[in-house]
């Protein structure tokens, strides 16, 4: 971490709790800004194929919500 980092860090930590919280939020959600456009296009992939696995009777859904596989 660099010094102006660790500054910041220092700064942010002094602040009250829900200030302090606010902050943490905003930093999180700032990297969740960030899609990496291989891992959404994965998501959509494995989405496609569950709905498919399900549709054609390959998995099974028992009341509990759990799935299972058929062989």
Do not use: F
């Given at each position: 971490?660099?010094?102006?980092?660790?500054?910041?860090?220092?700064?942010?930590?002094?602040?009250?709790?829900?200030?302090?919280?606010?902050?943490?939020?905003?930093?999180?959600?700032?990297?969740?800004?960030?899609?990496?456009?291989?891992?959404?296009?994965?998501?959509?992939?494995?989405?496609?194929?569950?709905?498919?696995?399900?549709?054609?009777?390959?998995?099974?859904?028992k009341e509990t919500g759990e799935t299972e596989?058929?062989?």
């Open positions: 971490m660099t010094q102006e980092a660790q500054e910041l860090l220092q700064k942010a930590l002094a602040l009250p709790d829900k200030e302090r919280a606010e902050l943490a939020g905003n930093l999180i959600s700032s990297l969740d800004a960030t899609i990496d456009p291989d891992v959404d296009a994965a998501w959509q992939q494995e989405i496609v194929q569950r709905l498919h696995d399900v549709r054609s009777g390959k998995t099974l859904h596989q058929v062989h």
